[in-house]
């Protein structure tokens, strides 16, 4: 009887050992959360490690987290996944359904989201871009030569031009009609656009969604297409901009930095209490093992 005692109190001690030392290392990862100082000197191992070293913890997980989890290829595959998009469609179909009564106005809407002077600012803001725009690719377009050509083959057509043509050479009506044409552009082109997409704008501005749901049921499905489309070059187009100005890394970092000590403790211990759990466990099975082994010894 004595030499089973003898036999099992080795291993008895080995695992309570092991118990209590990965127990107590675990704990110094966190405890204590601050330095204990003796006078002037400062206890070793005061604060824990994770208390001590959490700024170095933080950069790294921030560093980690943007450049591996929250990336732009990451974030690019999910806004532009097939979920996103049924999710986008589902949205459009949600809204269509809930305002396709809804006698407001397109005008009313943007008030109500952005506030009357913003709106009035913004609509003409949109009406002096789409000019501009407009004006710009007119211009450049080469519609004066276009017409001109046309002018020039259609009076050849007439017979009193013909009898004439002698007098007066298809250069120069082309030329002159070139002329005039381009001239009509640069004196008029702007006043005239401006007044057109004025009164266009502000047709559709007071347009009911209701009407505007009616007029344009048909053409949902292309719409819907349309405003996926838009989104899809939204996002490839400024993804990386905007992942630059959030700066994920940085925001990581200065979250866990802005952290309490204990909250920070709680945080990770949430995490993964069974698998340090499972670690203090394992100490003592260590121990109770080389117990075991030194009986043999």
Same mark, same amino acid.
């Given at each position: 009887?004595?030499?089973? @005692?003898?036999?099992?109190?080795?291993?008895?001690?080995?695992?309570?050992?092991?118990?209590? *030392?990965?127990?107590?290392?675990?704990?110094?990862?966190?405890?204590? @959360?601050?330095?204990?100082?003796?006078?002037?000197?400062?206890?070793?191992?005061?604060?824990?490690?994770?208390?001590?070293?959490?700024?170095?913890?933080? %950069?790294?997980?921030? %560093?980690?987290?943007?450049?591996?989890?929250?990336? =732009? =290829?990451?974030?690019?595959? *999910?806004? @532009?996944?097939?979920?996103?998009?049924?999710?986008? %469609?589902?949205?459009?179909?949600?809204?269509?359904?809930?305002?396709?009564?809804?006698? !407001? *106005?397109?005008?009313?809407?943007?008030?109500?989201?952005?506030?009357?002077?913003?709106?009035?600012?913004?609509?003409? #803001?949109?009406?002096?871009?789409?000019?501009?725009?407009?004006?710009?690719?007119?211009?450049?377009?080469?519609?004066?030569?276009?017409?001109?050509?046309?002018?020039?083959?259609?009076?050849? /057509?007439?017979?009193? &031009?013909?009898?004439?043509?002698?007098?007066?050479?298809?250069?120069?009506? &082309?030329?002159? #009609?070139?002329?005039?044409?381009?001239?009509?552009?640069?004196?008029?082109?702007?006043?005239? +656009?401006?007044?057109?997409?004025?009164?266009? #704008?502000? !047709?559709?501005?007071?347009? *009911?969604?209701?009407?505007? &749901?009616?007029?344009?049921?048909?053409?949902?499905?292309?719409?819907?297409?349309?405003?996926?489309?838009? &989104?899809?070059?939204?996002?490839?187009?400024? @993804?990386? %901009?905007?992942?630059?100005?959030?700066?994920?890394? /940085?925001?990581?970092?200065?979250?866990?930095?802005?952290?309490?000590? +204990?909250?920070?403790?709680?945080?990770?211990?949430?995490?993964?209490?069974?698998?340090?759990?499972?670690?203090?466990?394992?100490?003592?099975?260590?121990?109770?093992?080389?117990?075991?082994?030194?009986?043999?010894?």
């Amino acid at each position: 009887m004595q030499e089973v @005692l003898h036999f099992c109190i080795g291993p008895l001690i080995g695992a309570i050992i092991g118990l209590i *030392t990965n127990g107590i290392a675990i704990r110094m990862l966190f405890r204590p @959360l601050y330095p204990v100082k003796i006078g002037r000197w400062t206890l070793p191992f005061t604060p824990g490690i994770i208390p001590k070293e959490k700024p170095r913890i933080a %950069r790294a997980c921030g %560093r980690t987290i943007g450049k591996y989890l929250v990336n =732009e =290829e990451a974030i690019g595959k *999910t806004l @532009l996944s097939d979920e996103t998009d049924i999710k986008l %469609r589902d949205g459009i179909h949600r809204f269509l359904e809930k305002h396709h009564h809804d006698e !407001s *106005t397109i005008r009313d809407i943007l008030a109500s989201a952005m506030g009357e002077e913003k709106s009035r600012i913004a609509v003409i #803001s949109v009406r002096d871009a789409l000019v501009t725009e407009i004006y710009k690719r007119i211009y450049q377009s080469d519609i004066d030569d276009i017409i001109a050509q046309k002018i020039v083959e259609e009076t050849q /057509k007439v017979k009193a &031009y013909q009898a004439m043509s002698f007098l007066v050479r298809p250069e120069m009506i &082309y030329d002159k #009609s070139r002329e005039i044409i381009r001239d009509f552009i640069e004196e008029n082109g702007v006043s005239i +656009l401006n007044e057109t997409i004025t009164n266009e #704008s502000e !047709s559709l501005l007071n347009i *009911t969604v209701s009407e505007l &749901y009616e007029r344009f049921n048909a053409q949902f499905p292309a719409m819907e297409d349309a405003v996926i489309s838009a &989104y899809h070059e939204i996002v490839r187009k400024y @993804l990386s %901009r905007a992942m630059k100005a959030l700066n994920i890394a /940085k925001i990581v970092e200065d979250q866990i930095n802005s952290f309490d000590v +204990l909250e920070a403790e709680n945080m990770i211990l949430g995490i993964v209490q069974k698998e340090l759990n499972a670690i203090v466990w394992f100490g003592g099975l260590l121990g109770l093992i080389m117990g075991f082994i030194m009986n043999f010894f």
